[in-house]
């Protein structure tokens, strides 16, 4: 027996496997993830965002604090 068949069994086997495993996207629990939402032009954030990048947001996009655009964000 030669390599070649040694790869074809092992890829056989491998098959059987991969064929079980569902989908393994994240794009659907991300997007329920984002709960922070800014009240001036209702961009979404992921609630995993720390605040210095909401504060970082609301003074270079409206120049308002991090009170005024995400009044319900835990500091």
Known sequence: MGNGAKAAQKRERNAGKSADKGPTS????????KNIVCQTCKQT????????????????????TMA??????AK
């Open 45 to 64: 954030f992921l609630q995993t965002t720390r605040a210095p990048a909401l504060e970082e947001h609301a003074q270079n996009k409206h120049s308002k």
């Open 26 to 33: 994240r794009t659907k629990v991300n997007e329920a993830a």
């Open 68 to 73: 005024e655009c995400f009044p319900n964000a």
